[in-house]
């Protein structure tokens, strides 16, 4: 199976390029971005060696979707989808923070807690919580946000405020939308029988105007559980069945690697990639409702240049 793991295209009044750890971002006039989601997979902030088939598709498309389905919340900057892997948007100038909601304690927050952490981003975390116990209201947990290659870190609402990485207006907008976000997030994930369980946003602005970036409610950016399983789990302190790219990280720490110096990336066989590939096609059908259809070509790299070639042209 075919993946797109790089892209170096030149398209029409191209101003510049920006190779992320998943998507490369096309800067068109500076005005407008060309956004692929690749088939990169990363994990602890490292760009695994191969790609995963459809999982670009798989990315953007949920997202699209869930951006038509927010965008009553707050602007955001997508203009159109002109290929199954790519999202034309606004360009805007981003915040640089993450903002991270948290509505259950779980995976890093979870490892920091049991560690004796009890205090997250400046948000205290009561003590007797158990793994996968929910928060009485979601948590915003926010990071820096970091060049690629390296960690994304902690940081407080005070810290932010302090040094002046984002005014105290434009942060409460943020708090705002996120939780407005997560709560509208949470909803529709309750009618797919999933519980949504923590998530990142990023947002940016453009002629004085805050907009949702990026990606929006993917298995890369979110975490789900199975809302049918979760109680009888979370009594018996099992692990929780669930839907996001944790189960990757889990294969990664089960092989002795979580992104720290000197170990190594486990072999990816074919084996370990299909297995990756059919959980993202899982976690599409489950997250939107929808079948996967995907889209095979000859050429993806020669699919998207026409499609979005095309599309600027218009």
Not at 87 to 94: F, I, K, P, S, Y
Not at 169 to 181: G, I, N, P, R
Request: negative net charge; glycine residues 6%.
């Amino acid at each position: 199976m075919k993946t797109l793991t790089a892209t170096e295209f030149n398209f029409e009044n191209q101003t510049s390029v920006y190779h992320g750890k998943v998507r490369d971002v096309y800067s068109i006039n500076n005005e407008t971005l060309v956004m692929i989601a690749t088939d990169r997979i990363s994990a602890f902030d490292v760009v695994l060696p191969k790609g995963i088939p459809f999982k670009g598709q798989m990315l953007n498309q949920i997202a699209a979707k869930f951006l038509d389905e927010t965008s009553d919340i707050c602007p955001n900057w997508k203009i159109a989808t002109p290929d199954p892997m790519v999202t034309v948007g606004l360009r805007c100038e981003g915040f640089p923070v993450e903002m991270i909601v948290r509505g259950y304690l779980c995976g890093s927050a979870w490892r920091a807690y049991k560690s004796g952490v009890r205090e997250i981003c400046g948000v205290k975390i009561p003590d007797g919580m158990r793994e996968n116990e929910k928060f009485p209201t979601p948590i915003i947990t926010p990071t820096t946000k970091a060049e690629i290659g390296k960690h994304d870190e902690d940081i407080s609402k005070e810290e932010i405020l302090s040094q002046g990485l984002v005014s105290k207006e434009d942060y409460e907008l943020l708090e705002k939308y996120t939780l407005a976000l997560f709560e509208r997030g949470t909803e529709i994930a309750a009618k797919r029988g999933l519980i949504l369980v923590d998530t990142k946003y990023e947002f940016g602005k453009a002629n004085g105007t805050i907009y949702l970036m990026d990606e929006i409610h993917t298995p890369d950016s979110s975490r789900y559980f199975y809302a049918e399983s979760y109680n009888e789990l979370f009594e018996k302190g099992e692990p929780q069945k669930q839907l996001s790219k944790e189960f990757v990280r889990e294969w990664l720490m089960e092989n002795g690697f979580q992104g720290k110096e000197g170990q190594q990336v486990p072999e990816m066989t074919d084996e370990v990639v299909c297995n990756i590939s059919n959980r993202y096609i899982e976690l599409f059908e489950q997250i939107t409702g929808e079948k996967f259809s995907p889209s095979e070509s000859e050429s993806i790299a020669e699919r998207i240049e026409k499609n979005v070639s095309d599309f600027l042209k218009k």
